[in-house]
């Protein structure tokens, strides 16, 4: 099930629920307007019940752009983690290569004339590196 799908779902309960709440605000006013004859009460009611008919009848359509949307970040959300992987696996490649450079300068220090062999492998796998890149 997509992410969208998913979000779609909630949000249609989230709907049914204020459609419930909008319900009973309708209710509360007609009732309180019956019983005191007090205008606020019955404008309350008339707003409640012009926006419960109101969430009918867009219901669909607010659910079709909650999933859209959804699916859209969820998809930019993908997308980054792709570049951030991609970083990561650049930045590591790099650390191998310092490490390793780190390590043939130590040996250098022990034994000069193979240091200059793998300097050249490292220098060459550092290049190997940022050409995949």
Do not use: F, W
């Not at 009611?45 to 859209?68: F, P, Q, S, W």
């Amino acid at each position: 099930m997509s992410v969208g799908k998913t979000v779609g779902i909630l949000a249609d309960k989230m709907l049914k629920l204020t459609g419930k709440a909008v319900k009973k605000l309708e209710d509360y006013g007609a009732k309180s307007a019956e019983e005191n004859n007090n205008d606020n009460a019955r404008k309350l009611a008339e707003t409640m019940n012009k926006l419960g008919k109101k969430l009918e009848e867009r219901h669909d359509e607010y659910i079709a752009r909650v999933e859209e949307n959804a699916d859209e970040l969820a998809e930019k959300g993908k997308d980054a983690l792709d570049k951030l992987k991609k970083v990561y696996q650049e930045m590591k490649t790099r650390a191998d290569a310092a490490k390793e450079k780190a390590e043939i300068d130590a040996r250098r220090d022990v034994a000069p004339e193979s240091a200059e062999t793998e300097d050249k492998a490292a220098e060459k796998k550092a290049e190997t590196a940022e050409e995949d890149k």
